[in-house]
């Protein structure tokens, strides 16, 4: 927990200053002339002067003082720090999202936001209160342009931040998140993914995309893939804390299996199912993203798609072969239905079939293709 001291305007010409209990506080604190504790109030009073106001910045360091007077000014020699607390404030968030645990992906997630909003402020975030939050992501909406799925990471960063990290739970309660798009996944066809595959001719990289969509897993989930987690006996993958620091199991399929043989073969696998560069580490998730784009280019698929959504297509495909919505569920590792549910709305199966008005006033048949 990093610690704050505040500083209120009180009756008269006094100062109200209050931290949680902090021996080393307590302790400068009373090198202030003419300070009282009031029980009361929980607080210490303190003269509303020149020389009480110096003391203050001279006995604590300015990047622990959350000001609601406006009579702190900060020297420029008191701006050098800046680097040092942001520092304290990222280590320490790391610390509790650790001990939280949050995986390194979301850390790093969750990171990257508060360094973004640290940047955008350049002051203490400590100091901040509920609308300084919502100026900050009307910012990222409507200057920056980003998704409101972006923007709700940012929020569940920043909420973290302020009720884990900094303690201050009130300052969060009410900060609004904008409604999530309604967007469908965007999946390629049976012969498309079959274009795909045969457009790379690598045997790692073949290997590696057949198991992504003969199994439906994620960039995250292939690559972190151990020898030992290819069941072969009975035709399973074993997915060991996938999102959400789940474990569960995908089908593995008799072609993919194959390509896999064909791979270790030749590669001679150890620990990591696909070692990378570096001794002992895996593949990077970069590294798959762009043999999928290499392959997607050579195959001549027009479609905005990204190796995940072969994921995707698993998914759609599955369920346009009459596989339960359920079982789709269990196989991809959602924890909501509601998340398997969105294939529901790409399927073919479900409107392909359906004539256009249009088509049946005048006569006509459908056509597949453009």
């Known amino acids: 927990m990093i610690m704050a ?8 010409e006094e100062l109200l200053l209050s931290f949680d209990y902090n021996t080393e506080y307590i302790r400068k604190v009373k090198t202030i002339k003419n300070r009282k504790w009031n029980p009361q109030k929980k ?24 000001d609601n007077t406006g009579l702190i000014v900060v020297s420029e020699s008191n701006k050098k720090s800046e680097k040092i607390w942001e520092k304290d404030i990222i280590k320490t968030l790391n610390d509790v999202l650790k001990l939280n645990g949050y995986s390194s992906k979301t850390r790093k997630a969750y990171i990257g936001h508060i360094k973004r909003f640290i940047d955008y402020y350049e002051e203490n975030p400590s100091k901040f209160n509920k609308n300084d939050i919502n100026r900050y992501l009307l910012y990222l909406l409507e200057n920056q342009g980003h998704s409101h799925s972006y923007v709700n990471q940012a929020i569940s960063a920043i909420k973290f931040l302020y009720k884990d990290v900094f303690k201050r739970h009130n300052i ?40 992504i969509y003969s199994a439906g897993l994620r960039v995250g989930e292939v690559v972190r893939l151990k020898v030992s987690d290819i069941d072969g006996d009975r035709m399973l993958i074993h997915i060991v804390q996938g999102k959400g620091r789940k474990d569960r199991y995908s089908v593995l399929s008799e072609v993919a299996l194959e390509e896999l043989r064909t791979y270790v073969r030749k590669y001679k696998p150890d620990y990591w199912l696909f070692p990378g560069v570096e001794a002992g580490r895996f593949l990077t998730e970069r590294s798959v993203q762009k043999v999928f784009e290499n392959a997607r280019i050579k195959a001549a698929i027009k479609k905005k798609v990204s190796v995940h959504s072969l994921r995707h297509s698993f998914a759609t495909h599955l369920l346009e072969g009459g596989v339960d919505l359920r079982y789709i569920q269990e196989l991809l590792g959602h924890q909501s239905s509601k998340t398997t549910e969105i294939y529901t709305h790409v399927t073919e199966k479900s409107i392909k079939n359906i004539a256009s008005p249009l088509d049946r006033i005048m006569g006509k048949t459908k056509d597949k293709g453009i």
Do not use: M, Y
């Open 172 to 211: 969060i309660i009410d900060v609004p998140r904008p409604k999530k798009e309604d967007k469908l996944p965007e999946v390629l066809s049976q012969q498309e993914i079959i274009k795909v595959l045969n457009a790379v001719e690598n045997i790692k990289h073949r290997a590696i995309l057949f198991l």
């Open 5 to 12: 001291i505040q500083i209120e305007k009180g009756i008269s």
């Open 43 to 66: 607080c210490w009073i303190i003269s509303n002067n020149k020389e009480s106001i110096d003391q203050i910045i001279k006995v604590f360091d300015v990047t622990e003082i959350i």
